[in-house]
């Protein structure tokens, strides 16, 4: 059974920073691109950043390009998002999601995980 | 980047009775060569992450009931629910992977039983 497990979120305030985790079970990890989503309170799905499988290509949405690294270790089977210079408008519950395909970056997401919570506060 | 625009926002419907949704993409999303529409639905119900009903536009993922129905073709596309069930009360995404990054959303249609 794929899991996905993140941990790390919590409150910061504006300028702060955190670290995301995200916990991978049930399949080849170092096999498939991951992805980070995010979800403002009431608000819809934003897509953050990927990186593929073996860290060699990584993207992120223009809002946080330049603020948000995204890394895995697959020895580890685990993904990570170091978040800088935070706003409120990061204010999101941030998924960790799995691409569908092991071929480029996967096309869609087919498991996510439950989400941790990240609040920046002024 | 693409932009999806979901319609309507919200939709209440009969329970037994159809519900639809639709999504446009602001460019085709269909690879022509593969006759392939880049174009995925995702669930999400309250308090829980987004589960992934259909992709490729028409395909259903294993233990989606076959209640749920994608189809469309290059820029519009729908999701029918054929009979409603209290079950199905959730918020429905739309999301295009045919030109990525990034990874497009529309905005959410929520579903409640009317």
């Known amino acids: 059974e794929v899991q996905l497990v993140e941990s790390g979120g919590a409150v910061a305030q504006t300028g702060g920073s955190l670290r995301l985790s995200c916990e991978a079970s049930?399949?080849?990890?170092?096999?498939?691109?991951m992805h980070w989503v995010r979800q403002a309170p009431g608000k819809g799905l934003e897509w953050v950043c990927l990186?593929?499988?073996?860290?060699?290509?990584?993207h992120c949405a223009d809002s946080v390009k330049g603020r948000f690294t995204i890394s895995r270790d697959n020895s580890k089977n685990s993904l990570f998002l170091q978040m800088n210079s935070l706003t409120t408008e990061d204010t999101a519950l941030y998924y960790c999601a799995k691409g569908a395909d092991r071929n480029g970056y996967g096309y869609y997401f087919d498991y996510w995980g439950q989400g941790n919570l990240v609040t920046v506060s002024s | 980047d693409i932009v999806m625009t979901q319609s309507p926002d919200f939709l209440a419907v009969s329970l037994g009775e159809r519900a639809t949704i639709n999504c446009k993409s602001s460019q085709s999303v269909l690879y022509s060569s593969g006759n392939k529409n880049y174009l995925a639905w995702y669930q999400q119900k309250s308090g829980q992450p987004p589960r992934l009903l259909i992709s490729w536009a028409s395909s259903r993922e294993s233990g989606v009931p076959d209640r749920f129905s994608g189809s469309g073709s290059g820029t519009d596309f729908t999701l029918t629910i054929s009979s409603l069930q209290p079950e199905d009360v959730a918020v429905y995404y739309c999301?295009?992977?045919?030109?990525?990054?990034?990874?497009?959303f529309g905005q959410g249609t929520k579903v409640e039983i009317k």
């Open positions: 049930g399949f080849t990890f170092d096999d498939y691109t």
């Open positions: 999301q295009q992977y045919y030109d990525t990054p990034p990874w497009t």
């Open positions: 990186i593929n499988w073996d860290g060699g290509s990584r």
